[in-house]
């Protein structure tokens, strides 16, 4: 097992911690298909200066099902600990064998474990004090599980979310509406390939997708590529997979995101 590491400190003063990270600077990341996105979040996982999480979340999905939020009132314990059963596989990614998470290491036989306990103390503490909506509690994710990976918040200079479905895109910019876009696209032949075998190998999750009505709605999604992103033009950018090996394109995107070429 990969333990993730607690906090040195317990000195932290969340309140204003909580207040200078809802001020950061925030980027998001949408796909085409099988374009890599998680490759290029892998890339920015280790860096000191970038919040993010693990993989990508459909929390605009989440908060607009929960149970908890469709109560109306809510103690945020609670919200927690439906987040953490809906996305268990996040925290304990020996059950994320979609994405591979559960075979990690050299060997393919770790995993990463969060400390739960941890997580839920820090993340409603993160909380404390504030109206628990569906910014403060995404960011009081994220920022309960930087430290639950024993990173130090003051360093963070990037909230990065990968949203990863353009219609999930909206509603993080109703929080974010300043947020830099990251857009993954892939030559279209292997992009359709890659599209149509994974879905073929994992259809018991998301049901049968070998027909034609799948095909034509894969190849739509190619075609139209980052078109969608049109609209918010200046603050977005397209990064094609078979780039991501290239430096001058990495020192690029950290110059554009404002962190620091490691």
Not at 36 to 45: A, E, P
Not at 88 to 98: A, H, T
Not at 111 to 133: H, K, P, Y
Not at 166 to 180: C, R, Y
Request: glycine share 6%; with cysteine.
């Amino acid at each position: 097992m990969i333990q993730a590491r607690g906090p040195e400190t317990a000195l932290i003063n969340r309140q204003k911690t909580m207040e200078r990270l809802l001020e950061l600077p925030a980027c998001t990341m949408v796909t085409t298909g099988r374009t890599g996105t998680d490759f290029l979040q892998s890339l920015l996982d280790s860096h000191p200066e970038v919040m993010t999480f693990n993989g990508s979340i459909f929390f605009q999905g989440f908060w607009n099902s929960s149970v908890c939020v469709a109560a109306g009132e809510f103690d945020p314990r609670d919200l927690i600990e439906e987040f953490i059963g809906r996305h268990i596989e996040r925290f304990k990614s020996r059950y994320d064998f979609l994405e591979g998470k559960d075979q990690l290491g050299a060997e393919s036989n770790q995993s990463l474990d969060i400390d739960l306990d941890l997580f839920r103390t820090e993340a409603v503490g993160f909380l404390e004090g504030r109206d628990a909506n569906s910014k403060t509690v995404l960011m009081a994710i994220y920022a309960a599980y930087a430290v639950c990976m024993g990173q130090d918040l003051d360093e963070k200079k990037l909230f990065f979310h990968h949203v990863h479905h353009f219609d999930q895109l909206p509603q993080f910019l109703d929080n974010f509406p300043n947020s830099k876009i990251i857009c993954m696209t892939r030559d279209p032949r292997a992009n359709f390939v890659s599209g149509v075998e994974h879905h073929r190998n994992n259809n018991f999750l998301v049901g049968d997708t070998d027909r034609g009505s799948h095909v034509y709605s894969y190849i739509k999604r190619i075609l139209e590529d980052a078109a969608p992103l049109q609209e918010h033009s200046g603050r977005y950018m397209v990064i094609r997979l078979e780039d991501l090996g290239d430096q001058e394109i990495i020192h690029e995107l950290c110059q554009w995101l404002g962190i620091n070429n490691h």
